[in-house]
């Protein structure tokens, strides 16, 4: 444990201007998200709704683990140093936007998405539009760089990060299409039905979003192991194919209409089997960690 405390030590030592910046706001957006679970517990505030103080909560949490998770990630792609700094740079200020803005319109008492009630509001939400679409941008800028240099980035890593965008980039598609189905239905006067529907989307997008942390963070704790590169490999491969799963799954149940609560049989079964094995390689990995002194094998 004290070699993975010293290597995430180094990781903030030793990272890019652009990397710690996105560390430390990636920090203050989730200490932002937990502020507001707090508010909600401590006040016995409603949970559910356009209006709860929830949607702040969660914006904070998820765009917060998701900034950090992507600047840690992207640490072992390689990208030129300005497209680097200017691809970051922007995603950090588009996830600020999106929390910041939230987070306003929950403490105004009003929706934050498809309010297009004053020119304030019409303001904020086409805003948030087109910051999803801004992190869109960045986050194919990144994923392009996956494919084509990882400089000397370890085989099981390279397949980590590949995957994690690509998940990523599922996520934000599916959020991409709530927006726009939330503003047609919105623009038409269903404001209710936008929420409604939009909303159908929300656990592929939740699901998919965290790959980028899920498994890069299982190739990092390989690298500690004696393991071989190829068992390695072979390990990410298979947590990467059973998050494939649970990503298919929920897609399934989300297009369909149908809430993984009350999903059938069949589909609550695979999601299970798919979990018990993201579950199980995770805890292969820490099981193989060496008692003594190592070194995580992040390179060829």
Request: net charge positive; aromatic share 8%; hydrophobic share 55%.
């Amino acid at each position: 444990m004290s070699d993975i405390g010293s290597a995430l030590r180094e990781s903030w030592i030793h990272g890019r201007t652009v990397e710690r910046v996105a560390y430390a706001t990636g920090a203050v957006l989730f200490v932002s998200g937990l502020a507001h679970v707090g508010v909600l517990l401590v006040t016995g505030a409603s949970w559910s709704g356009p209006l709860s103080l929830r949607k702040a909560a969660t914006f904070g949490l998820s765009f917060g683990l998701t900034l950090a998770s992507v600047a840690w990630a992207t640490s072992f792609v390689e990208v030129r140093p300005r497209a680097r700094t200017l691809l970051l740079g922007v995603f950090t200020a588009a996830c600020v936007v999106e929390v910041v803005l939230v987070s306003l319109q929950a403490w105004r008492g009003v929706p934050s998405h498809f309010n297009f009630e004053t020119g304030f509001d019409n303001a904020v939400s086409m805003t948030l539009a087109g910051g999803g679409g801004v992190i869109i941008v960045t986050a194919l800028g990144f994923a392009g760089a996956t494919l084509v240099g990882t400089g000397a980035t370890a085989p099981s890593m390279r397949i980590a990060v590949r995957f994690g965008f690509l998940a990523l980039l599922i996520a934000l598609g599916a959020g991409a299409a709530m927006i726009a189905t939330g503003v047609v239905e919105a623009r038409g006067g269903q404001a209710q039905l936008a929420y409604t529907t939009a909303g159908a989307l929300k656990p592929l997008h939740a699901v998919a979003m965290h790959a980028i942390l899920v498994l890069p963070a299982l190739a990092w704790l390989l690298g500690f192991t004696a393991w071989s590169e190829r068992r390695r490999v072979l390990l990410v491969w298979v947590a990467a194919a059973a998050y494939a799963v649970l990503i298919a799954v929920t897609g399934f149940e989300s297009l369909t209409g149908v809430s993984p609560l009350a999903a059938s049989p069949l589909a609550t079964t695979t999601a299970a089997v798919a979990l018990a094995v993201l579950a199980a390689s995770g805890l292969s990995a820490l099981s193989a960690l060496p008692r003594g002194r190592g070194r995580a094998k992040l390179t060829r």
